[in-house]
């Protein structure tokens, strides 16, 4: 079956490491996403890429990166920048654009320690 | 620009009560609503989805009408059940292929 897979999980990592989540889907998806949800804050876009080789900054980019090597592949780095790291991390995908929906991987919880 | 506003939870209810959780939005135009579900510790699932005015998105009992006129998506069920238990995000897209969220409404249902 396809689908976007996320991984670990679970991530803990001492202040002032940069840790890269990953994100991997096999949907034939061209757009790709990433979203950090915060307990009553709901979702904010970190970055998201519509294509291979290119990627826009979401509303909150300050202190993560990305690349978009593959087309499958989507990985999200939390640099030690990101003065709040610790949340949990959404990614998402999309065929035709945003207007039929996400597709979502079941997310990393990060804590940093 | 564009945004969402849900109503705040929780909501508590019985089983089998009948379920509303209002939502509207803000958008120049003709965009997509969605409403989402998010299981405990696990990622966000499609629930249903309208893409133009007077549609009516459906799912697993759940029911929502894009209402242009008041700019509403309230998601409605006659039925819960414990399993329904769950946040609940409505969201749009719009012309700039970025889906934008509400905050999530929990939702507890009660046996």
């Known amino acids: 079956d396809g689908g976007i897979t996320q991984s670990p999980k679970y991530l803990f990592r001492k202040e002032g490491q940069n840790v890269t989540l990953s994100c991997e889907q096999n949907l034939n998806h061209d757009a790709m996403y990433w979203y950090r949800q915060d307990p009553g804050q709901g979702l904010r876009l970190i970055y998201y890429?519509?294509?291979?080789?290119?990627?826009q900054k979401g509303d909150i980019a300050e202190g993560y990166s990305v690349s978009r090597e593959k087309k499958e592949s989507f990985p999200l780095t939390v640099t030690s920048a990101q003065k709040n790291p610790t949340a949990f991390y959404l990614c998402?995908?999309?065929?035709?654009?945003?207007?039929?929906?996400?597709?979502f991987g079941s997310g990393t919880r990060l804590t940093v320690v | 620009g564009n945004s969402v506003t849900q109503m705040e939870g929780p909501v508590t209810l019985s089983e089998e009560a009948f379920l509303t959780i209002n939502c509207t939005y803000t958008a120049t135009g003709y965009p997509s609503l969605f409403w989402y579900v998010q299981y405990p510790g696990e990622g966000l699932q499609l629930l249903l989805k309208?893409?133009?005015?007077?549609d009516k998105g459906s799912n697993k009992g759940f029911e929502a009408t894009y209402r242009k006129e008041t700019t509403s998506f309230h998601l409605e069920k006659g039925s819960v059940q414990v399993s329904d238990s769950a946040v609940y995000f409505c969201a749009l897209s719009n012309r700039d292929d970025k889906i934008i969220f509400g905050k999530g409404t929990r939702l507890h249902i009660l046996p």
């Open positions: 309208a893409t133009k005015a007077d």
């Open positions: 890429s519509q294509i291979v080789n290119d990627f």
């Open positions: 998402a995908s999309s065929l035709q654009g945003a207007r039929l929906g996400y597709t």
